[in-house]
């Protein structure tokens, strides 16, 4: 049981896109899953009846009037939790794969304290077999690498959009949160780790989306891997250890 994580302390954050065919079902299972939990959708420039559907379904609903990606939407979710005094957030899709009854086990591996901590749905855990191209589980292999040696700990899924957050990862998000694709869920790893906070993994199950049809096409996926490369080479540039800064500058001191 998460007594003490449960209730108004708890917001579920909903990006969505065009998710009319699926997204009251998702609120309709995580009111049943935690039924004294906030869910907050995040219509992200949808051009169909998502925002209406979730309101329908009993969702608060904030709209944006263009899209701004799934990075860019789960931010306008970390502003309202600390507008609003959430203790913390889960991020579930709109699009029925994360299954709203895993969000009791993120929130039993949350930790409240003064450092950001960050609990991830991990989809290659045993609980089931999440198919994925050969390309794609080669990427995630390299990123889960590399964001284990950043983060100190080992970790399999850093691509997984299912995680959450607690109090002081909120407040770290609301001013830093990457919407680059795939930085949402990369970089903000590396955020974390370099304020002092920690990631961990629980297993969850992973489902087959209810409808309608992938934000990304499926030419997304042959440009996936040099993506990530790119992405690993960027943030091995941009988060350069302070320690190797410090040598350089003794170096060139007289």
């Known amino acids: ?15 969505a896109l065009n998710e009319e065919a699926s997204v009251a079902l998702v609120v309709k299972e995580a009111r049943e899953a935690l039924p004294q939990a906030t ?15 979730a309101r329908r379904a009993g969702a608060i609903v904030i709209s944006s009037p263009f899209n701004l990606g799934i990075g860019g ?3 306008i ?7 609003h005094g959430y203790a ?7 699009d ?36 994925v191209t050969w390309a794609r589980r080669l990427a995630m292999r390299l990123l ?14 850093v691509t997984s959009g ?12 609301c001013e830093t949160y990457p919407s680059d694709y795939l930085a949402d869920v990369i970089e903000s790893l590396v955020i974390s780790a370099r304020a002092g906070g920690h990631v961990s993994e629980v297993p969850v199950t992973m489902r087959l989306r209810y409808g309608g049809v992938p934000s990304q096409s499926s030419w997304w996926a042959g440009t996936y891997l040099l993506r990530v490369v790119v992405m690993l080479v960027i943030n091995v540039i941009r988060h350069q250890p302070d320690r190797v800064k410090r040598s350089k500058v003794q170096e060139e001191w007289p």
Do not use: C, K, W
């Not at 979710?77 to 507008?83: E, L, N």
């Open 1 to 15: 049981m998460v007594e003490e994580f449960s209730g108004a302390g708890v917001l579920l954050v909903t990006p």
């Open 39 to 53: 869910i907050l959708v995040v219509d992200d420039g949808s051009t169909d009846g998502t925002a209406e559907a």
């Open 73 to 75: 939407a789960v931010h």
């Open 77 to 83: 979710g970390f502003r309202y939790a600390r507008s």
């Open 88 to 94: 913390s957030v889960v991020q579930v899709d709109a």
């Open 96 to 131: 029925g794969q994360h299954d709203p009854r895993d969000v009791e086990r993120l929130l039993e591996g949350l930790e409240q304290g003064p450092e950001p901590h960050v609990v991830i749905g991990a989809r290659f855990s045993g609980t089931n077999e999440f198919p």
């Open 144 to 157: 889960a690498s590399y964001l284990s040696y950043v983060t100190m700990t080992t970790l399999t899924d």
């Open 162 to 173: 299912f995680r959450a957050f607690n109090r002081s990862a909120i407040e770290l998000f």
